[in-house]
C-alpha cells in the first residue's frame, strides 16, 4: 500500500534501536526522509540512518537529550537545515525504572518524568509553530499501556504516560483547525534490547497469560500502525490512544 509519505521528513525520537528503529525504516520504506534521533546510541542511529538512506529517501542521525528545551531547539534546527521542514513527529523516546514505588526516590522519577513526558512536550513545543504555519502536520507520541491500566513496578512511568495520553487529546483539540492530527500508539511488552533477557525468560510464561494473544510483541508490529497514523489515510483520526499490546489492556 502507498501510504503517500514520499518527500515528507520525519523525526523519530529514541530511534537508534528497538521500536524507534523499525518506526524510522518504515517510514524510509514509505519515502519520509528521516531524522534519527538517538541520546547516547550514536553509532546505532548512524546505522539505522545508513539504512534507510539505501532506500532513496534521506536520512541522518541527531543526538540530543529530549530533556533540554534548548538542545531539542538545536537538533529541530539542524534536521530543517539538512532535511526540510518537519511534517511528521514521532515522540517514541522512553525511559522507565523497574521498582517499587516507596523504594524509589526523587532522583528515580525526574528522568522517567522528564523523557516519558517531558521529552514528548519539548519536541512537540518546538516542531508543532512550524506545522501550524504550514497547516500540516502529523504527531505520534508512543507510550506504555502502563499509562491506561497501571502496572506494579511502574508507578511513575506509567503516570508520566498516562500524562503523554492526556496531553495527545488536548494538544489534538487546540490543534485540529490547523490540520494537525495527534495520536497515541500504546504498547504492551514488545521484545527489544531494553528489555532483560534472563528476566523476561525466567517470568515468560506468566506474563504471557496477562495478553489474550499469548505472546509478546515485536517492533514490527507496531511500525505499520505509526506509518499508517503518518499518513492521509488516516486524515479523520486524531486524539486517539490505541493500544497495540496483544490484548494487555483488555485482559482481566
Known amino acids: 500500500m502507498d501510504l503517500k509519505l514520499k518527500d515528507q521528513v520525519a523525526l523519530v525520537t529514541g530511534a537508534a534501536k528497538g521500536v524507534g528503529r523499525e518506526i524510522a525504516l518504515a517510514l524510509a520504506r514509505e519515502g519520509a526522509h528521516v531524522a534519527v534521533h538517538y541520546h547516547r546510541s550514536e553509532a546505532e542511529a548512524a546505522t539505522v540512518a545508513t539504512e ?3 532506500m532513496e529517501v534521506r536520512a541522518a542521525a541527531y543526538g540530543c537529550d529530549v ?3 534548548a538542545a531539542v531547539q538545536t537538533m529541530v534546527a539542524k534536521v530543517r537545515d539538512d532535511l526540510g521542514d518537519i511534517s511528521v513527529l ?3 523516546a522512553g525511559y522507565g525504572k523497574d521498582q517499587l514505588f516507596i523504594e524509589s526516590t526523587p532522583q528515580d522519577w525526574a528522568p522517567q518524568i522528564g523523557v516519558c513526558l517531558g521529552g514528548v512536550i519539548n519536541c512537540t513545543h518546538v516542531i508543532l509553530p512550524g506545522m ?3 497547516r500540516r502536520g502529523c504527531i505520534i507520541n508512543i507510550a506504555g499501556d502502563s499509562g491506561r491500566v497501571g502496572q506494579v513496578r511502574l508507578a511513575v512511568a506509567g503516570a508520566a504516560r498516562a500524562g503523554t495520553m492526556g496531553f495527545t487529546k488536548s494538544i489534538a483539540k487546540e490543534y485540529g483547525r ?3 492530527r495527534v ?6 511488552i514488545v521484545e527489544t534490547e531494553h528489555i532483560d533477557p534472563a528476566f523476561l525468560e525466567a517470568h515468560r510464561e506468566k506474563i504471557l497469560r496477562l495478553y489474550p494473544l499469548r505472546r509478546l510483541g515485536q517492533p514490527t ?3 505499520p500502525l505509526v506509518a499508517f497514523l503518518a499518513s492521509d489515510l488516516a486524515g479523520w483520526i486524531t486524539g486517539q490512544t490505541i493500544s497495540v499490546s496483544g490484548g494487555y489492556s483488555t485482559a482481566g
Open 221 to 223: 508490529d507496531v511500525a
Open 90 to 92: 514521532v515522540n517514541n
Open 178 to 180: 490547523s490540520n494537525i
Open 132 to 134: 501550524v504555519a504550514r
Open 67 to 69: 530533556m533540554d528545551y
Open 52 to 54: 534507510a538512506s539505501g
Open 183 to 188: 495520536n497515541c500508539v500504546a504498547l504492551g
